[in-house]
């Protein structure tokens, strides 16, 4: 009877789960679809093509492209001019390295000249992206979900949580002036590390470990950058190369290495605290000895693919700038230098915080099930 | 000493001391997987060579190292590249279409502006490019959680031979669903730390929201992980399957003999 009733309610709270998410995907995909009024750039949807030109271009390092020119007609979504029809033009390579390819339908920002006939032309600013970026996200939010199912909706609530965080952390640094960057990151790691492990663990002896050695591997991880940059006077480090930079470049990629690796050494503090408390709650009696030797069987197997998820995750980034340089003749070990000798360095840091994590994570647990013992 | 000689060191002697034998694989796998990288790129300076295909090999190749080198080839690490290679396929796919409906493929507005002095007109389909670099930078994941979902469940069919396809197929989503979350997060603030500088930019020169959501190399931020995200979760049902698959069918394949 009981049962029954748990099944019920059981599918119940499922079902109102499911409503209320299909209700928020039909109406956020409702509003990304009309939402123009709410922007204050001017929105033209591409309703016509009229003509294309196209010519050949080849640059001084003989690589052929074709380069097309779109004209096209526009009706304005929003602002003064709305409903008016607009000339505009587009004009992309073959090889589509900087503008897209425009077709009907499209919505693109523009910048909204009036000719004195009345006549409106357009400068193209951006492509409007928000209806792909929502369509992904729920793409990605019902994956998610039906693969993990509790899990999945735990591991989305986390992602939102600590971009919350990480942005609020920003916004903060950003509003404030001499603002120490890495002060307020370090703060931010603490609280997101504190955060995600016991939303995963709950209250628990492990928990703590867990947290204990996630944060002394972040930070030895930081004070070991920090030291070798210093000692070797970052030589070969390209700061000048680092991309989209507003601000001085040292705070922002030492916090950018801090936070980068903090996923990483999340996994392998929660790894081994979890997995060494699970073999000391089947045998309560499990020596010292046993526990480090299995600790560090642990840490052979994850160590390898770990360091390789960060490598790849930082490396592959720079894909277009590495064939960019290339393609226009810059030498081999320029190209590298310029290109990657940050995205390196982050993932060598990165690795480090990772297979230090291993230790500081077996010694923390142990200490942790020792005072356990010692409490009973 | 050049900073990264000296923090390769240290890595190198870290995996070492923690790792023995399988540290220096994993040092060693880490250089093989970079060298893969770079050829491939070199290799896409061609315009005939299509940089899917292309891609597709070099996961291929990068699988082939963090599995059978720093493990060793047996019916795990078979069952593990098996998935992971379906699963990179399905993502290519995928991601394919995200980038050309998000229109997230060459340079952005705020990438361009560095490297003025480049001719851009090379002739390399970027759209292809840019979904190369978002199964690149998810592989390795993929990877971590082929391995780690497949072998566990060989270890469980070991010890109960007798195991039903369907039960063992479960086992694995269980093992699979509980690694998710930390995969997703691992990537995630790998992104994260690699777009500081952009997010603190957006902030520092005052753009709106409509203007960060829309521009493409946010956007591509945001796509990446999101497709990471994807791909996380469908190797998870994509590993539990083939291994239950390959488990039941070899287990058959023994009775048949016995008989």
Same mark, same amino acid.
């Given at each position: ?376 | ?79 593990? #590249? *098996?998935?992971?290679?379906?699963? !990179? +396929?399905? %993502? ?5 279409? =995200?980038? /050309?409906?998000?229109? $997230? ?20 389909? #970027? *759209?292809?490019?840019?979904?190369? !670099? +978002?199964? %690149? ?5 993929? =990877?971590? /959680?082929?391995?780690? $979902? ?110």
């Amino acid at each position: 009877m009981n049962l029954k009733k748990y099944c019920y309610r059981l599918s119940k709270g499922k079902l109102v789960m499911f409503t209320f998410l299909i209700i928020l995907f039909i109406g956020s995909i409702i509003f990304v679809n009309n939402n123009d009024r709410f922007y204050n750039r001017s929105i033209v949807e591409v309703t016509s093509i009229a003509q294309v030109d196209e010519r050949e271009v080849v640059d001084q390092r003989q690589n052929r492209d074709i380069v097309f020119r779109q004209y096209l007609t526009g009706v304005v979504k929003n602002g003064p001019f709305k409903g008016q029809s607009i000339q505009l033009s587009n004009e992309y390579s073959q090889s589509r390295a900087y503008h897209p390819e425009l077709s009907v339908g499209h919505a693109v920002f523009v910048g909204i000249e009036e000719q004195e006939n009345g006549a409106l032309f357009g400068e193209i600013t951006e492509i409007k992206r928000d209806q792909v970026l929502v369509l992904v996200g729920w793409l990605f939010i019902f994956t998610l979900l039906i693969v993990g199912r509790k899990q999945g909706l735990f591991a989305i609530i986390s992602l939102v949580l600590n971009t919350v965080i990480i942005v609020y952390t920003i916004h903060q640094f950003a509003a404030t002036a001499n603002a120490e960057l890495l002060l307020l990151m370090s703060f931010a790691v603490v609280v997101i590390t504190i955060l995600s492990i016991f939303f995963v663990s709950g209250f628990h002896v492990r928990t703590y470990a867990a947290i204990l050695s996630t944060l002394i591997g972040t930070f030895a991880l930081l004070g070991i950058a920090i030291a070798v940059l210093e000692l070797t006077g970052e030589q070969g480090l390209r700061f000048e190369e680092m991309a989209f930079l507003s601000r001085p470049p040292h705070a922002i990629f030492m916090a950018g290495v801090l936070i980068g690796a903090l996923g990483a050494v999340m996994d392998i503090g929660v790894s081994m605290a979890s997995s060494l408390f699970a073999l000391y709650e089947q045998n309560n009696q499990i020596s010292v000895k046993a526990l480090i030797e299995s600790g560090r069987e642990i840490g052979k197997d994850i160590m390898g693919t770990m360091t390789n998820i960060l490598f790849f995750a930082y490396v592959s980034g720079t894909i277009p700038s590495l064939l960019l340089y290339f393609l226009n003749g810059a030498p081999l070990g320029f190209t590298l230098s310029m290109n990657l000798s940050l995205e390196i360095t982050r993932a060598l840091a990165g690795s480090i915080g990772i297979v230090l994590t291993i230790p500081i994570g077996l010694v923390t647990t142990i200490l942790m099930i020792e005072w356990k013992r010692r409490k009973l | 000493m050049n900073t990264i000689t000296a923090l390769s060191l240290i890595l190198f002697l870290l995996m070492i001391a923690i790792g023995g034998k399988k540290g220096v694989k994993s040092f060693i796998a880490l250089f093989l997987n970079f060298f893969v990288l770079i050829v491939a790129v070199i290799i896409m300076n061609d315009v005939n060579v299509d940089p899917i295909i292309l891609t597709l090999i070099a996961c291929a190749f990068i699988t082939c190292i963090s599995l059978f080198f720093i493990n060793e080839v047996n019916s795990k690490t078979k069952t593990a #590249f *098996v998935s992971t290679i379906m699963t !990179v +396929i399905l %993502m290519i796919m995928l991601i394919r279409l =995200i980038t /050309e409906y998000g229109m $997230i493929h060459g340079f952005g507005e705020e990438e361009v502006e560095e490297q003025t002095i480049f001719s851009y007109y090379v002739g390399v389909n #970027f *759209v292809n490019i840019a979904a190369s !670099v +978002i199964i %690149m930078s998810t592989v390795g994941a993929i =990877i971590d /959680e082929a391995i780690a $979902i497949s072998s566990p469940m060989f270890e469980i069919h070991r010890h109960h031979p007798d195991i039903k396809r369907r039960e063992l197929f479960l086992i694995g989503m269980r093992i699979g669903k509980d690694l998710l979350a930390s995969n997703a997060n691992t990537l995630f603030f790998a992104f994260f730390g690699g777009y500081l500088a952009l997010l603190i930019r957006f902030f520092d020169l005052g753009y709106t929201i409509g203007e960060i959501v829309n521009s493409k190399v946010f956007s591509r931020e945001m796509l990446t992980i999101f497709a990471g995200g994807i791909g996380v979760a469908l190797v998870i049902p994509i590993t539990a399957s083939v291994a239950a698959y390959v488990l039941t069918k070899q287990t058959k394949s023994i009775h048949d003999h016995e008989e």
